[in-house]
DNA sequence: TTGTATGCGTTATCAA
DNA sequence: TTGATAACGCATACAA
């Protein structure tokens, strides 16, 4: 490996003239710059940022921890993440825990011995908490994205998930739809709970029936089996003539199960869902959406992150802050004018 | 922070033994191990990754540059080198090129500075042969994903291409289509160069001409301007009855824009693809495609980089490999039987 | 304007 | 079974 040392001798000055160069501090003869700089070429001499960062204990490194890889809500907020990181002359390194606690442990543990300068995270879910206590702890500052965590306070970017709930109820109670059912993510996560308490003060407000069989509850994350959500949909009786899905994947996996029982959307079932589907929007059923502001989940949150990383080492740290995004209500054509 | 030495001074033992508990090496005593383990807990001890990759000179990391975030192809395909990954107990960091040789180049920067022991990468084009030849010249073994690069010889997984195009061509013809037209992405990249080759090959065998306004070449990688591909399905005169894409990305734009003009997939329009949507791939109109194995792509491609890594310093270098999967036809309804 | 000495946190080597 | 020392490649503080 080419060192500042082989630079040095090479060009018969100094290791530190030579870090002086690449790092433009210091006074330096244009001469001998000059001199460094060709010598550095010659040898394709490429700093190694691992004694750097040893060194000045900061990687100019942050971390992006997703929990869906394959869902477009993530990969445009992942988009953001990036191009706010690139702003400001950071590096963006992703990871997927794929809504896995264990992976996200394991992402833990290489941030940590990494030692990025900081993390922007969409914690699995409640159970997280021990994850984000270790950071904490080794004071790596995080921001949160999507869910909050009960038992951490942190920055955090969320979305308006009770109230986008609400809104897709209403908007289906206003087409004449009573017998509206929810599929949903896991209670362990924050944003789940809020989007079936929208859900269920939509129902009330309108003085329709909360009907426990026609909510059921799963995963957000990449489902290996249908077989309960199957059986849970030849359980209902009688079949609603709507459902909210969570989020996108679930209103896709439905979606397939229904359709296999030539059960045709919007014809004789309508859906929509939290999260649009980036590329696919406009695939036919054109879901109707609550569509989150992914893309900036990620640009304002890792903006909070960069700020938070600049600040350290203030006198007084500044107040936790907490962005909450409107959905949007993206009408297209998933759901039947019943009111007609 | 908390270093080896904390550790050792509360332990009261040497740094060195402190670091041979971390790491099972040597000969300890279980009562000192069993004292240094606790101390270990009390403190939270992380290893500090950055000065051990400084001394052993690896850090049991791997990158996987991918050229859209937002395509299921790479995005199944992560998961797959992920897997891979772990399984040899390596961490996996991803990078995202967006299909720039700009950002590409920021990504090699980073993957030399930070060290890494090997790379997954799928190059934005031809014009990415500097960027492997300085991998190459820092000695980061690295595998190429489907796409070749002209001028370097390494590990490489690629998809039959040519034989998938060609193959795609042929089932429209079976139905009875004659004019087929074909979006593609840009011919500085190989695999679009033979799926290109692929799509002609098609038409000659069966004796149709090959005209050349039927041929439209973009970009693979995220479209942000369709006013070019609007004005080159206008231009065309007679319209085809069927097109070919060169990737799932460009048929999902080009379905897009015949809609906006009332053209109806498959009805007035019938439209195959390269690669498979991932979860979207049974959304209306259900897309009869040439699946590539992504997840395979990720997986093997993973498998060769570690081999390579693992007999670094080995006396005869193995021969370059090269592995070639087949694409699978899948047929679905985006496709008018006009023989009929 | 340039150079010397030192330390960042870890492990290899050799000695005890 | 344990410990002392040096080294990994770089930048800070101070000296020249």
Same mark, same amino acid.
């Given at each position: 490996?080419?060192?500042?040392?082989?630079?040095?001798? %090479?060009?018969?000055?100094?290791?530190?003239?030579?870090?002086?160069?690449?790092?433009?501090?210091?006074?330096?003869?244009?001469?001998?710059?000059? %001199?460094?700089? @060709?010598?550095?070429?010659?040898?394709?001499?490429?700093?190694?940022?691992?004694?750097?960062?040893?060194?000045?204990?900061?990687?100019?490194?942050?971390?992006?921890?997703?929990?869906?890889?394959?869902?477009? +809500?993530?990969?445009?907020?992942?988009? *953001?993440?990036?191009?706010?990181?690139?702003?400001?002359? !950071?590096?963006?390194? +992703?990871?997927?825990?794929?809504?896995?606690?264990?992976?996200?442990?394991?992402?833990?543990?290489?941030?940590?011995?990494?030692?990025?300068?900081?993390?922007?995270?969409?914690?699995? *879910?409640?159970?997280?908490?021990?994850?984000?206590?270790?950071?904490?702890?080794?004071?790596?500052?995080?921001?949160?994205?999507?869910?909050?965590?009960?038992?951490?306070?942190?920055?955090?970017?969320?979305?308006?998930?009770?109230?986008?709930?609400?809104?897709?109820? =209403?908007?289906?109670?206003?087409?004449?739809?009573?017998?509206?059912?929810?599929?949903?993510?896991?209670?362990?996560?924050?944003?789940?709970?809020?989007?079936?308490?929208? !859900?269920?003060?939509?129902?009330?407000?309108?003085?329709?029936?909360?009907?426990?069989? $026609?909510? $059921?509850?799963?995963?957000?994350?990449?489902? %290996?089996?249908?077989?309960?959500?199957?059986?849970?949909?030849?359980?209902?009786?009688?079949?609603?003539?709507?459902?909210?899905?969570?989020?996108?994947?679930?209103?896709?996996?439905?979606?397939?199960?229904?359709?296999?029982?030539?059960?045709?959307?919007?014809?004789?079932?309508?859906?929509?869902?939290?999260?649009?589907?980036?590329?696919?929007?406009?695939? =036919?059923? +054109?879901?109707?959406?609550?569509?989150?502001?992914?893309?900036? +989940?990620? !640009?304002?949150?890792?903006?909070?992150?960069?700020? @938070?990383?600049?600040?350290?080492?203030?006198?007084?740290?500044?107040?936790?802050?907490?962005?909450?995004?409107?959905?949007?209500?993206?009408?297209?054509?998933?759901? %039947?004018?019943?009111?007609?």
């Amino acid at each position: 490996m080419v060192t500042i040392y082989d630079i040095a001798a %090479k060009a018969n000055v100094s290791a530190m003239t030579v870090s002086r160069v690449i790092n433009n501090t210091g006074k330096i003869s244009e001469k001998t710059r000059a %001199k460094v700089r @060709r010598v550095m070429e010659e040898l394709n001499y490429v700093p190694n940022q691992t004694a750097r960062s040893l060194v000045l204990q900061q990687t100019k490194l942050l971390f992006l921890l997703i929990t869906d890889i394959m869902n477009p +809500f993530y990969t445009t907020l992942a988009r *953001g993440a990036e191009d706010a990181a690139k702003k400001s002359g !950071y590096r963006l390194l +992703f990871g997927n825990s794929d809504e896995s606690l264990e992976k996200e442990a394991d992402y833990v543990t290489t941030i940590l011995t990494a030692r990025v300068d900081g993390v922007l995270v969409a914690p699995a *879910g409640d159970p997280s908490l021990p994850h984000l206590e270790s950071l904490r702890r080794h004071h790596v500052p995080f921001v949160l994205l999507d869910r909050e965590v009960p038992g951490i306070e942190c920055d955090i970017v969320l979305g308006d998930s009770k109230d986008g709930a609400r809104r897709l109820v =209403e908007y289906l109670i206003e087409r004449g739809h009573r017998r509206i059912a929810m599929v949903n993510g896991s209670s362990s996560i924050s944003s789940a709970r809020l989007r079936l308490q929208g !859900y269920q003060e939509g129902l009330k407000l309108n003085d329709l029936p909360c009907d426990e069989r $026609y909510v $059921y509850e799963t995963s957000f994350g990449p489902l %290996k089996d249908l077989t309960e959500m199957e059986q849970w949909i030849e359980r209902m009786d009688p079949l609603p003539t709507a459902i909210v899905a969570g989020n996108n994947v679930l209103a896709i996996e439905a979606m397939k199960l229904l359709r296999d029982r030539g059960i045709g959307v919007p014809d004789d079932m309508s859906i929509v869902c939290f999260d649009d589907l980036g590329p696919y929007s406009e695939s =036919e059923p +054109f879901l109707t959406v609550a569509a989150q502001q992914a893309y900036q +989940f990620g !640009y304002m949150g890792m903006q909070m992150l960069i700020e @938070r990383i600049d600040e350290r080492g203030a006198a007084a740290a500044l107040p936790w802050k907490k962005i909450v995004l409107p959905a949007d209500l993206i009408i297209r054509r998933s759901v %039947k004018d019943l009111a007609q």
